[in-house]
């Protein structure tokens, strides 16, 4: 995300707002905000973060549908809330940063050993639809005779994998028998 807010040139007001998703805490994203804000020119109107049903099935996996269904209804409130303060342009209170040993530590240790998309494989469940190219943040998923393949440039996102109706994905071993858990369209 930081790197297509650096990409983009943005016209209009500079004041910001930056809203995470998590799965527990944004660890120190707002320290990073802050630097990009820097960077970009823009002034920082606050930070804050939403937690969001769990997805990694390459890891951890998710939890069942009536806790993610949980998570969701209980986000609701806040979300309402974030959304009036950023329409009646109010500052927003920076959510202070937690552990940076997550961030600054983890994050680069997983980038370099774990986030690969070589454990990718289609089974033949996969009925050419196309979703899972279309769901790939990063066009890292392209249909070659029908089917997925995979290039290099993954952030274990697992749009694909969690997305695909079909259940047609699997992430080595790590994936099977696991449910997926995918909000978007059917
Ligand atoms: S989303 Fe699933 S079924 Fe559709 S093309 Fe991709 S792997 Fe195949
Ligand atoms: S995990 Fe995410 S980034 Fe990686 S290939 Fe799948 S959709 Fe793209």
Redesign the pocket.
Known sequence: MDEYIRKVTFNGTKQSYFIGTCAATPWVTVQYVEKLCVEKGFSLLGFNSVVMPQGYIAGGGTQPKEVNDKILKEAEPKIVKLAETIRDKQILPKEQPGKAVMSKLLNPIMYSMMISAKGFI?TD?????????ERCPLNN?K?IN???VWGKNCTHCMA?IA????E??EYGKKTQGKPRYYLGDE
């Open positions: 289609v469940k996969c009925t050419g639809c196309g979703k899972c190219e998923v249909l029908g089917k997925p694909c997305g695909c109706l079909a047609a994905i």
